[in-house]
Every structure is written in C-alpha cells, then in structure tokens.
C-alpha cells in the first residue's frame, strides 16, 4: 500500500497493490497492520455501501462528536469525484478542500480524519461506493454544509447533480458553526 498525504493535513491517499493474471486481478483494499505501521491509530467499526447513478451528488456530511467518524473510502465500481472539505476551526486549512478521482481503475482510498466534511459527485452509473467508518451511524449528530456554497467553490463539474432533498437544505459555510 503507498501512502500519500495531501494538501490538508491527515487526508492521505492510498494506493493499493495490484496483482493482475490471466483471471483478473487481486488487492488488499484493507490491511490494519499497514495503519498500524504508518501510525494511523483508526479503529474502523462500520462499512457502508452506496449505489448511485451517473450525476448524483452525496454530502457534504459529517458527525458531530463524540459521535465524529473517520473514514476510508473507495469505489468497487465506477468513478466518482471525492471530496473533502476541512471544517476544523484551527487548522490553516480551515475552508479549504480537497478533490480526487476514485475509480474502479485506479483504486485509489481516500483516507479522511474526523474534523472533514465529505461528499461525492458520481460520475459513472451505477457507481458501488464503499466506506469504512470509526463510530457507527449516530443519526441526531448529522451535519452537513450545501454542496454548491460559494464560499467553498468546489468545481464539482456540474450544476444540476442529482441530489436528496435532505442535502438541498444543509446550509452555507457562512452560517454554519463547526463542531470541530
Ligand atoms: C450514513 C448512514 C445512513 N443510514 C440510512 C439513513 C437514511 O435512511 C439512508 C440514506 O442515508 P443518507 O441519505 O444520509 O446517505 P448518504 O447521502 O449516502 O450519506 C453518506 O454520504 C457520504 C457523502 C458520507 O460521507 C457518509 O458518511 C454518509 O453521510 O440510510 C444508515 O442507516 N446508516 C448510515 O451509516
């Protein structure tokens, strides 16, 4: 597994092993040891699975704590453009984010700490997006900030994604307050 850190601080790209033969090809897509080794003291309690189609738009979410959750993230099948945006107050980087193809043909995981905000928009159909999580599903601590918020300026590549109702209605960064 190569680990490759990003612009803000804790978000790491990981690069798995490919294995290819005349069947197919083989990957761990998840090793406790290499977190171990590389430090990354995560202990992941839930995977989730999503389906969605072709200009579909999830996030940007997240927990707030005690019930905050770290992630990693791929896609099983298809592509997505992945996004994370860092809502801890005293970071440098407060504001900022990041963005990166995941795919079925590259493989790569984004590694996410507690104190991101994080969404994607679905650029195949029928895109299988995994995840693993730190802290289970805790419903009443859901946050989330609007996914076009022009403070932000993610250029998500589209303006008319496909979107929950639920998502529609998070608010701007402006008027949103960061538990972290
Ligand atoms: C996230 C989640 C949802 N649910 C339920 C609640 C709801 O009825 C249904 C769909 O939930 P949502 O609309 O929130 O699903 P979705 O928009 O896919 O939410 C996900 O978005 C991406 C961007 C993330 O980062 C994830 O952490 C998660 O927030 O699934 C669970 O039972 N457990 C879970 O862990």
Redesign the pocket.
């Known amino acids: 597994m190569q680990i490759t850190p990003t612009p803000l601080e804790g978000v790491l790209i990981f690069e798995p092993r490919v294995f290819h033969d005349s069947r197919g090809y083989f990957l761990e897509s998840f090793n406790k040891k290499v977190l171990k080794e590389n430090n990354l003291a995560f202990d992941f309690v ?1 995977d ?1 699975q ?1 389906l969605s189609q072709q200009n579909t738009l ?4 997240f ?1 707030a704590p005690p019930y905050a ?1 770290a ?1 990693l ?1 791929r896609v099983a099948r298809g592509a997505v453009l992945d996004v994370v945006v860092d809502i801890r107050k005293t970071s440098p980087t407060y504001g900022k984010h990041f963005s990166i193809v995941l795919s079925d043909e590259n493989n790569l995981q984004l590694l996410i700490p507690e104190g991101f905000a ?3 928009l679905v650029i195949e159909n029928n895109t299988v997006f995994v ?1 693993k ?1 730190s802290q289970y ?1 805790h ?1 009443e601590s ?1 946050g989330g900030i609007f996914w076009a918020d022009k403070h932000l300026a993610i250029d998500w590549g589209t303006d008319n994604p496909i979107v ?1 109702e ?2 529609q209605l998070l608010p701007q960064f402006d008027s949103f307050e960061s538990p972290f």
């Open positions: 839930q989730n999503s999830r996030g940007l979410h927990q959750q992630k993230v994080h969404g994607f995840y999580c599903y419903k859901e929950s639920k998502d």
